[in-house]
T-cell receptor, first 113, second 116 residues
Framework: DAGVTQSPTHLIKTRGQQVTLRCSPKSGHDTVSWYQQALGQGPQFIFQYYEEEERQRGNFPDRFSGHQFPNYSSELNVNALLLGDSALYLC????????????FGPGTRLLVL | AQKITQTQPGMFVQEKEAVTLDCTYDTSDPSYGLFWYKQPSSGEMIFLIYQGSYDQQNATEGRYSLNFQKARKSANLVISASQLGDSAMYFCAMREGGSNFNKFYFGSGTKLNVKP
């Protein structure tokens, strides 16, 4: 049973560029959430997708956008990268019903220079 | 106000001893869930234990137990018989409401070091 997978594992970009991160949820899960974890801090909720729509959003600017595909996988897009966007980006999945926890992927480490 | 507060940036414990990691939370929602995750240096968040707000008994999962004191709004993690592999960051998290649609709030974490 495959867990949550994310790609790429590491990424280096320069200020102003755009980046796309990818996530495949755990088998049987249809809800995907994205988090940003800056160094030395706890994860901060970015947004959550279910049925290909954004259902919840945290306090992040519109530069952060996402998408969910019919197979439940998801993308996180960040435009006009800033140095402060450097972080570990975590994807988590849950089934819509019947499960109390979310399962996390290994994360993508983004460095913006 | 912070939703989740972890006041111990770092903790040391001797191998085979028990350790308690503190967590307090803030919510006015009567339905919520409390979670603990372990994050090794590799970065992946590993689910450890869950406590629902309506659960009458404290949750236990192997060597992990959650000391849930609802009136004090605390949800401390107790690790018994510490092992060297327990050295990691530990995060307390809360989900408000009874739906998986609700977002999770995380604390700032506690770095646990287990000494041989």
């Amino acid at each position: 049973d495959a867990g949550v997978t994310q790609s790429p594992t590491h990424l280096i970009k320069t200020r102003g560029q755009q980046v796309t991160l990818r996530c495949s949820p755990k088998s049987g899960h249809d809800t995907v959430s994205w988090y940003q974890q800056a160094l030395g801090q706890g994860p901060q909720f970015i947004f959550q997708y279910y049925e290909e729509e954004e259902r919840q959003r945290g306090n992040f600017p519109d530069r952060f956008s996402g998408h969910q595909f019919p197979n439940y996988s998801s993308e996180l897009n960040v435009n006009a990268l800033l140095l402060g966007d450097s972080a570990l980006y975590l994807c988590a999945s849950t089934p819509r019903q019947g499960q109390e926890t979310q399962y996390f992927g290994p994360g993508t480490r983004l460095l913006v220079l | 106000a912070q939703k989740i507060t972890q006041t111990q940036p770092g903790m040391f414990v001797q191998e085979k001893e028990a350790v308690t990691l503190d967590c307090t939370y803030d919510t006015s929602d009567p339905s919520y869930g409390l979670f603990w995750y372990k994050q090794p240096s590799s970065g992946e968040m590993i689910f450890l234990i869950y406590q629902g707000s309506y659960d009458q008994q404290n949750a236990t999962e192997g060597r992990y137990s959650l000391n849930f004191q609802k009136a004090r709004k605390s949800a401390n993690l107790v690790i018994s018989a510490s092992q060297l592999g327990d050295s990691a960051m530990y995060f307390c998290a809360m989900r408000e409401g009874g739906s998986n649609f609700n977002k999770f709030y995380f604390g700032s974490g506690t770095k646990l070091n287990v000494k041989p």
